[in-house]
C-alpha cells in the first residue's frame, strides 16, 4: 500500500520547462517501479514514461521522447518528471502511478495498482 500526491503543475508558455513531483508514503518506495501518466480533456489517459525500482532504466512515450525525463530518489520517496521543450500538445492533468515488484516497465494503466489524484499542467501559445 502506497499513496501517491503529485505537485508542481501549472501554467506554462510553449517552450518553456516544469518539473513534477511525485510524493509516496511508506518505507519500502524503492520495490515500486513508478509511471507517469497524462489524460487531457475528453481523451483517454495515455502513458508518459516509466522507470525502474534503481532508476537506472527508463521508458518514454515516443510523443515526449528527448523532451521529459523521469528520475527518482529512494531516499526521498520521491519521483519527478522534468518537462522540457513544453507544447500545447502536452496540457493535461499528470498522474503518478507506482506498481509492486513488476521487472517490467508497463505502459498499460491497468498495469499500476496506485495512484495518485494529479496535477494539472497548462502550457500556452
Known amino acids: 500500500q502506497v499513496q501517491l500526491v503529485e505537485s508542481g503543475g501549472g501554467l506554462v508558455q510553449a517552450g518553456g520547462s516544469l518539473r513534477l513531483s511525485c510524493a509516496a508514503s511508506?518505507?519500502?518506495?524503492?520495490?515500486?517501479?513508478m509511471g507517469w501518466f497524462r489524460q487531457a480533456p475528453g481523451k483517454e489517459r495515455e502513458f508518459v514514461a516509466a522507470i525502474s525500482r534503481s532508476g537506472i532504466s527508463a521508458y518514454y512515450a515516443d510523443s515526449v521522447k528527448g523532451r521529459f525525463t523521469i528520475s527518482r530518489d529512494n531516499a526521498e520517496n520521491t519521483v519527478y518528471l522534468q518537462m522540457n521543450s513544453l507544447k500545447p500538445e502536452d496540457t493535461a492533468v499528470y498522474y503518478c502511478a507506482a506498481v509492486y515488484s513488476n521487472s517490467r516497465l508497463p505502459a498499460t494503466q491497468s498495469d499500476y495498482d496506485y495512484w495518485g489524484q494529479g496535477t494539472e499542467v497548462t502550457v500556452s501559445s
Open positions: 511508506g518505507r519500502t518506495f524503492s520495490i515500486y517501479v
